[in-house]
């Protein structure tokens, strides 16, 4: 495997996306991958020098760590909250916002390499299986729960997402798996998330549910962000994808699996409360 | 014959020293001991005592139990090293507290596989997860065991752990679970039915 770190965004264009390519920001998520074998890479292209990092205004770079973001005062309590609460000190340290975005899930079906839908093949083993912190919306085909709190808490403040082609709102981001095209972003390949820019809200919150009190995946996680038009809601741990809510009425439309009934209780009560507390 | 106490070796004929000085004469060189400790005694079993007990807060909406403080008190015989004991008893409790809330093997029902392989899917307690631990020691040395009249220290603190938490949510919740470890969907359950519990009682009365 080879290891290429261009120097600018220029540079990285002049390199030529190959197919064995994998780009590598803190690499959290990438390396593992690469050590468990559920990934491939001929050549590993850190992007370190090519993703703008920081905060200016209201835009984000998409090399942004969550730790940085945690600490940054410009950022709606509900990112920073949702970054606060996510993974550990040193992987807040290393994961950037942009690799963040794209991690997979962590079914642990999928980690395991079992031939399921995700991997391929034509069963979902969660569904008839172990699925307590599986997907209570659109499960249908792949029950897997979103894991990012950083994208919910994103997608409540209306975020838009700039790549080094495109610019689109957060979730034309994500898309759910089908038969025929099981990826779970619309990203194309060696597209680079180049920069988040999120709509300064009135107030907002991120809660969060998790089996213990610190580094834990969501149960589920419950965004809020109060506009001049009202109240935004995502949640994360809920749906294969950062999931939008109407209102907590469409709660009633989750189709929860025999074991994460419970999910939808933990969305209703944690939803009440994100919304009381950007309403005072 | 020569004691140790105070922070002074004394000799029975009245003589004391500080130790400090005369561990400042040893320079380079070491001072071994050595002891045994007897046998247990035949024909009678080794038991320790102990109580513990558990304050926790309950949030009845989402489920999330934090446990604020663990008092535990403990017989076990002469204590030996103190600071050892302590940290024997702080462990246990959060071992403890790993399969009272968050510690499950999860197996995949038609391959029998183990899901949980991983640190991040087999979730043992951070410190976070840590409560207020108050240790007591009795300290009285057993007179009918060994010539220490100490006894172990490894299982007590751990065992009426999660019995005790239990019960403190019942006591302030009426929720009884009884099983583990005590997860969202587990209290949330027995939160509905001590509901359905005191409805019906209601509608009796
Ligand atoms: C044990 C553990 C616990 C965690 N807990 C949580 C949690 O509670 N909540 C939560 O939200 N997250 C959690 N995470 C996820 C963590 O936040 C992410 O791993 C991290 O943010 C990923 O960022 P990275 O820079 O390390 O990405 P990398 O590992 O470098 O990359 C991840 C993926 O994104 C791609 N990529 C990265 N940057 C870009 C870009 N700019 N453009 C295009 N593609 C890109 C890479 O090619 C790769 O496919 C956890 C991770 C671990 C390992
Ligand atoms: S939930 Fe999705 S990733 Fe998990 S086993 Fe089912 S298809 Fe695979």
């Known amino acids: ?280 | 014959m020569l004691s140790l106490g105070g922070g002074k070796i004394v000799s029975s004929d009245g003589g004391s020293w500080p130790l400090e000085e005369i561990t400042g004469l040893l320079q380079d060189g070491q001072i071994l001991g050595k002891g045994a400790r007897g046998p247990n005694p035949a024909g009678m079993r080794v038991l320790t005592f102990g109580v513990q007990v558990a304050e926790v807060a309950v949030d009845v909406e989402t489920g999330e139990v934090v446990v604020e403080r663990i008092h535990a008190v403990h017989d076990v015989g002469r204590v030996i090293n103190p600071l050892g004991a302590r940290s024997q008893i702080e462990g246990g409790i959060i071992q403890a507290m790993g399969h009272t809330f968050s510690e499950a093997r999860l197996d995949d029902p038609r391959t029998g596989s183990i899901l949980t392989r991983t640190l991040d899917a087999y979730k043992l307690p951070t410190f976070a997860d840590v409560p207020e631990i108050v240790c007591e020691l009795v300290d009285v040395p057993d007179e009918h065991l060994t010539n220490l009249g100490s006894k172990g220290l490894g299982e007590p603190p751990i065992i009426p752990t999660a019995a005790a938490i239990a019960n403190a949510i019942r006591d302030a919740t009426g929720a009884d679970v009884t099983s583990l470890p005590i997860t969202r969907e587990e209290i949330l359950q027995a939160l509905r039915e001590a509901r359905e519990r005191e409805r019906v009682a209601a509608g009796t009365a």
Not at chain 1, 21 to 30: F, I, P, R, S, V
Request: charged content about 25%; overall charge negative; hydrophobic content about 45%.
């Open chain 1, 1 to 280: 495997m080879q290891l290429v770190r261009p120097s600018s965004l220029e540079e990285f264009a002049a390199l030529g996306g190959e197919p064995g390519d994998q780009a590598l920001a803190g690499g959290t998520e990438l390396v593992p991958q690469l050590r468990d074998g559920l990934i491939h890479a001929e050549r590993l292209v850190q992007i370190t020098d090519v993703v703008p990092r920081g905060v200016e205004g209201t835009t984000i770079g998409a090399g942004t760590t969550l730790a940085e973001l945690e600490h940054d005062a410009a950022i709606p309590e509900a990112l920073r909250e949702a970054c606060r609460l996510a993974a550990s000190p040193q992987l807040r340290n290393m994961g950037t916002i942009g690799g963040n975005l794209l991690q997979s899930t962590r079914c642990w079906y999928w980690r395991l390499q079992f031939p399921c839908r995700l991997h391929g093949g034509d069963v979902c083993h969660a569904r008839a299986g172990q699925h307590r912190e599986h997907a209570i919306f659109a499960n249908d085909f792949c029950a897997s729960a979103h894991p990012s709190d950083p994208a919910a808490a994103l997608l409540a403040l209306g975020a838009r997402v700039r790549t080094d082609r495109r610019e689109f709102p957060l979730d034309v981001l994500y898309r759910l798996p089908t038969a025929d095209d099981r990826r779970l972003t619309t990203l194309e390949e060696g597209e680079l998330i180049l920069e988040l820019e999120f709509a300064p809200p009135l107030a907002s919150v991120y809660l969060k549910a998790m089996d213990r009190k610190r580094w834990a995946f969501a149960l589920v996680g419950v965004a809020a962000a109060r506009y001049e038009d009202g109240v935004r809601l995502a949640l994360a741990g809920v749906a294969p994808t950062p999931w939008a809510l109407e209102s907590l009425d469409a709660l009633e439309a989750a189709e929860p699996l025999p074991d994460n009934a419970y999910k939808v209780e933990l969305a209703q009560a944690l939803g009440r409360r994100a919304i009381a507390s950007v309403s005072r």
